[in-house]
């Protein structure tokens, strides 16, 4: 497992959180993964497994969602060192380095940045098909 997981996290956390979908599908997964965490320890202390269980799958099926996510993000995530660096990582991302990236303003920075940067794709494209037109003589105005 890393030393100081938490400041580890925190410093390459916006590196990964830049794209827009991921960034909305932690906004929607991360209380999911939350309540289902929730839910296995009332049906631990309720002695019910079927609590339990929901609780679990909910928690497992968040951060398989949160994977493919991660999968549209240019800088990948780093890989795991071994089990309990995963669960180390994934139990602070979820209760403590998202909930500080939104509460911090990091979240929504991500989220104007990806806006700006699409933008930017977009008149950039603009200006090449727009020079394709011009040299053609199809350039209306």
Known sequence: MRKSLLAWQRAIYPEAHRDRVNLAIH???VPIFVAGIAAVIAGVIAVDP???IGGLAA????IAIQGRGHAREEA???PFDGGLDAIARIFAEQLITFP????GGGFARAWRRDAEAAEEEIAEEGRRHGGEEEERGTLTR
């Open 50 to 52: 079927w609590i339990a």
């Open 100 to 103: 500080r990236f939104v509460i």
């Open 59 to 62: 928690a497992v099926g968040a």
């Open 76 to 78: 990948p995530p780093a």
């Open 27 to 29: 906004l929607l997964t």
